[in-house]
């Protein structure tokens, strides 16, 4: 069966510091990888998605970017962070095509 | 998402109430997932529906989409506390497939 782990869990920041979340999958090979982002008491905002190992789409400009160095593994990075990109970040795999998505546990990134 | 309009926005019932939660899309829906959130966690998939007028069922949780109108319908029976939480629709309005649109989610409790 196919697995997503995502971690850290919980992370404080101070404005300005770099940022790194990490995503993997198991059990399934060449899926498609999406990170979300979660505002309190609103719905997914997609930020990145990817299709391939090193092709990244990005949804909105921001201070984040994507990378997918390895075909089951998927990171948001940002050089520094901002006040506004705290929230609850989401990271989903899903097969190719009309696929659901399925996701991880989340990070709640705190900026402070 | 404007694109996608989820009401209620919450919803509170007495246990053993029947409810109902409605989507609709501004756009063709080419696919459309019902997904359930316990508050800071990831989303845990329900179902999809894919044609017009299909219509699943799971435990006591049916869903239904109506293609002409762009909107699907999820419907609780008997409601149980177990089935307190977030509730997201996610629309694929996309050619390709890649990538949902999600609502802002409807918040259930259930007073026992």
């Known amino acids: 069966s196919q697995t997503i782990h995502q971690w850290p869990a919980t992370l404080v920041q101070p404005v300005g510091s770099p940022l790194s979340l990490e995503c993997t999958v198991e059990g399934t090979s060449n899926p498609n990888l999406y990170w979300y982002r979660q505002a309190a008491g609103r719905g997914l905002q997609l930020l990145f998605y990817s299709v391939g190992i090193g092709q990244i789409s990005s949804e909105v400009p921001q201070n984040l970017s994507a990378s997918r160095p390895q075909d089951r593994q998927f990171i948001l990075s940002s050089k520094k962070l901002l006040l506004s990109d705290s929230g609850f970040y989401l990271c989903?795999?899903?097969?190719?095509?009309?696929?659901?998505?399925?996701f991880g546990d989340g990070t709640r990134l705190s900026i402070l | 998402s404007q694109e996608l309009e989820q009401s209620p926005q919450s919803l509170i019932v007495q246990e053993g109430k029947n409810l109902t939660i409605n989507c609709t899309s501004s756009k063709t829906l080419y696919g459309l997932y019902w997904y359930k959130q316990k508050y800071g966690e990831g989303l845990i998939f329900l179902m999809m529906?894919?044609?017009?007028?299909e219509e699943k069922s799971h435990e006591k949780i049916t869903a239904k989409l109506d293609e002409k109108k762009q909107q699907s319908s999820l419907h609780i029976t008997a409601s149980q506390p177990s089935h307190a939480g977030i509730y997201l629709c996610?629309?694929?309005?996309?050619?390709?497939?890649?990538?949902?649109?999600f609502g802002a989610g409807t918040i259930l409790r259930v007073k026992s």
């Open positions: 996610g629309a694929d309005i996309s050619e390709y497939g890649n990538k949902l649109v």
């Open positions: 989903a795999w899903s097969r190719m095509g009309r696929q659901p998505q399925h």
């Open positions: 529906l894919q044609k017009g007028g």
